[in-house]
Nanobody, 123 residues
Framework: VQLQASGGGFMQAGGSLRLSCAASGPPLFTYVMGWFRQAPGKEREFVAA????????YYADSMKGRFTISRDNAKNTVYLQMNSLKIGDTAVYYC?????????????????WGQGTLVTVSS
């Protein structure tokens, strides 16, 4: 599967952005999907994940209540809705996929990655 992330940009703190991860190839409902982010000088960190059937979603503690992962099977696209953005959310955001994931919050569990989209949150 090939993943293409988009939707990043500049936003003031408190605003919202929606990131998209469009896939070409097999349908995304056959994959566990994850969103990760990496800020300058920091390690890549887990943001959110969705099970293959879409019945389970997982979030990092700091994103709970603010971010929502969703999927549109018809468009073969996964989204990350980000609300109440904070300056600390500034990072490059990556979508990731794999058919079998034991630990959904670990980057090395995923074999397929999008190219990343930059989100910059200013005061």
């Amino acid at each position: 599967v090939q993943l293409q992330a988009s939707g990043g940009g500049f936003m003031q703190a408190g605003g919202s952005l929606r990131l998209s991860c469009a896939a070409s190839g097999p349908p995304l409902f056959t994959y566990v999907m994850g969103w990760f982010r990496q800020a300058p000088g920091k390690e890549r960190e887990f943001v959110a994940a969705m099970s293959r059937n879409g019945g389970s979603t997982y979030y990092a503690d700091s994103m709970k209540g603010r971010f929502t992962i969703s999927r549109d099977n018809a468009k073969n696209t996964v989204y990350l809705q980000m609300n109440s953005l904070k300056i600390g959310d500034t990072a490059v955001y990556y979508c990731a996929a794999d058919r079998i994931v034991a630990l959904f919050n670990i980057p090395t569990e995923y074999d397929y990655w999008g190219q990343g989209t930059l989100v910059t949150v200013s005061s």
